[in-house]
């Protein structure tokens, strides 16, 4: 039960240092993917399309720069989160 925290840790130091060093374009790619509403459900974008106007993040291209430095400052966060994690998980295992 006491590895739980140090998986977790671990797992989530390691995709974050992946995402806030943006190892082989992680966070363009990330963006590009899941950010990029052009890459929405399929019936979402029609239901904008029938409703007569564009959905409201299509002007993704102009603040593309601005997400993927969004992606990896929150990739910081998540290093920052798993190291405590990382502790909590050894302090558990020393105390036991």
Same mark, same amino acid.
């Given at each position: 039960? *006491?590895?739980?925290? #140090?998986?977790?840790?671990?797992?989530? %130091?390691?995709?974050?240092?992946?995402l806030?060093?943006? $190892? /082989?374009?992680?966070?363009?790619r &990330?963006?590009?993917? *899941?950010?990029?509403?052009? $890459? &929405?459900?399929?019936?979402?974008? /029609?239901?904008?399309?029938?409703? +007569?106007?564009?959905?409201? +993040?299509?002007?993704?291209? $102009? *603040?593309? +720069?601005?997400?993927? /430095? #969004?992606?990896?400052?929150?990739?910081?966060?998540? %290093?920052?989160?798993?190291?405590?994690?990382? &502790? &909590?998980?050894? %302090?558990?295992?020393?105390r036991?």
């Open positions: 039960m *006491y590895l739980v925290p #140090l998986l977790l840790g671990l797992g989530m %130091v390691l995709v974050g240092l992946v806030a060093t943006d $190892h /082989r374009g992680i966070a363009k &990330a963006v590009d993917t *899941y950010l990029n509403p052009a $890459h &929405a459900d399929t019936s979402l974008l /029609r239901t904008f399309n029938r409703l +007569g106007f564009e959905h409201p +993040g299509m002007d993704f291209l $102009h *603040y593309a +720069g601005r997400q993927r /430095r #969004l992606v990896r400052v929150w990739g910081g966060f998540l %290093v920052a989160f798993g190291l405590v994690f990382l &502790a &909590a998980g050894v %302090v558990l295992l020393l036991t």
